[in-house]
């Protein structure tokens, strides 16, 4: 069943006390070899702050349910590459019971998340 109800939109510091508990999902399934407490501590919680000022942070919300995030952004590349940035995803997470029902595919149509860069204000991104 898709759901139909999905908003994705840039995360906003009102978001991290839930941003915190998704990412804090994610470690118990994909990073149990880690401090599955990391999301809840300072270091934590200043990645967070970060992504949402400095890179990208998207939230997927179902009414106010948040059922998603994505963190990422724009970073140096290696010497030895032909282009001096590029684009990385650092985390992405789904609640469970919300995967393979298309939130991917729910594209905000004209929607723009700036994210400021080493060379210049902004970098748009358009979906």
Known sequence: MKRENIAITPATPEDIGDMQDLFHKMFEIFHVDQNIEYPY????RRY???CIDNQIA????DNELMVGFLTGGIED?????TYRL???????????????????HFQ????DFFLPTRTSSKLVLHF
């Open 48 to 50: 967070l702050e970060s």
């Open 108 to 111: 905000p149509v004209g929607q």
């Open 41 to 44: 501590t300072e270091d934590g």
């Open 77 to 81: 590349t290696l010497p030895f590459k």
């Open 86 to 104: 590029q684009g990385h995803l650092h985390n992405l997470f789904i609640l469970q019971t919300y995967r393979r029902q298309g939130i991917g």
């Open 58 to 61: 998207l939230v997927a919300k």
